[in-house]
């Protein structure tokens, strides 16, 4: 066989040693981090603010000040739950000053965002695995009650169910992107489901059987 066709790519190397090259100058192991990312974060930024500009101006904004940082960078979580907590507070500060009303807008389709991996929270209900008209209907019809829900939750509880159901973070992630403590992230998240699943209850999509809530290890 071929040596062209036997060769294969270098493993990629891990966030710590690209971040000890980059704390020592290397701007090409820094430009990894970067390509490693970016995307990762601009979809953060994107759901955030919902606005295509200020979501890129906000990923670049991050990573300057996460360049500026990186020598305090201990190691002591992940780069991206670092790095995620940096574009959160980026974010926050674009839409404290933006006073456009352009973020409201977009509350209703960033809950049903949130509702779509959140579906677990109705053990049962519209069984992903039915298919045909009625099944989709019974699905919408969860999604849209959830994404209700979840928008009349307090910031703090939607956040947080959003790090869990959408961006997949572990509790401890989440603990660390919030500056809360792990049980903190628990609580909200058990309050969130609850509200969640009453609304389900009350619509009449889900059935208020005792012990029916669904038991997630924390992660």
């Given at each position: 066989?071929?040596?062209?066709?036997q060769?294969?790519?270098?493993?990629?190397?891990?966030?710590?040693?690209v971040?000890?090259?980059?704390?020592?100058?290397?701007?090409?192991?820094?430009?990894?981090?970067?390509?490693?990312y970016?995307?990762?974060a601009?979809?953060?930024?994107?759901?955030?603010?919902?606005?295509e500009?200020?979501?890129?101006?906000?990923?670049?904004?991050?990573?300057?000040?996460?360049?500026?940082s990186?020598?305090?960078?201990?190691?002591?979580?992940?780069?991206?739950?670092?790095?995620?907590?940096?574009?959160?507070?980026?974010?926050?500060?674009?839409?404290?000053r933006?006073?456009?009303?352009?973020?409201?807008?977009?509350?209703?389709?960033r809950?049903?965002?949130?509702?779509?991996?959140?579906?677990?929270?109705?053990?049962?209900?519209?069984?992903p695995?039915?298919?045909?008209?009625?099944?989709?209907l019974?699905?919408?019809?969860?999604?849209?009650?959830?994404?209700?829900?979840?928008?009349?939750?307090?910031?703090?509880?939607?956040?947080?169910?959003?790090?869990?159901e959408?961006?997949?973070l572990?509790?401890?992630?989440?603990?660390?992107?919030?500056?809360?403590?792990?049980?903190?992230?628990?609580s909200?998240?058990?309050?969130?489901?609850?509200?969640?699943?009453?609304?389900?209850?009350?619509?009449?999509?889900?059935?208020?059987?005792?012990?029916?809530?669904?038991?997630?290890?924390?992660?």
């Amino acid at each position: 066989m071929d040596a062209e066709v036997q060769r294969t790519a270098a493993p990629s190397p891990p966030d710590a040693d690209v971040i000890e090259r980059a704390k020592r100058g290397d701007h090409q192991a820094f430009r990894v981090l970067v390509e490693r990312y970016q995307d990762r974060a601009y979809g953060l930024a994107l759901r955030v603010l919902r606005d295509e500009e200020q979501a890129r101006d906000a990923v670049q904004d991050a990573f300057l000040k996460v360049y500026g940082s990186l020598g305090k960078f201990q190691g002591r979580s992940g780069f991206y739950t670092w790095f995620y907590r940096v574009v959160m507070n980026v974010c926050l500060d674009i839409k404290r000053r933006d006073r456009s009303g352009r973020h409201v807008e977009w509350e209703e389709e960033r809950a049903v965002e949130i509702a779509r991996g959140a579906e677990s929270l109705a053990p049962g209900v519209a069984d992903p695995g039915r298919s045909g008209p009625e099944a989709e209907l019974e699905r919408a019809q969860l999604r849209d009650v959830m994404s209700r829900a979840i928008q009349e939750l307090p910031d703090s509880a939607r956040r947080t169910l959003e790090l869990r159901e959408i961006d997949g973070l572990s509790y401890a992630e989440i603990a660390e992107a919030l500056g809360v403590p792990k049980g903190t992230v628990m609580s909200r998240l058990f309050y969130a489901r609850r509200r969640v699943q009453a609304a389900l209850i009350e619509a009449g999509v889900a059935d208020a059987t005792p012990g029916g809530e669904a038991v997630e290890e924390a992660g």
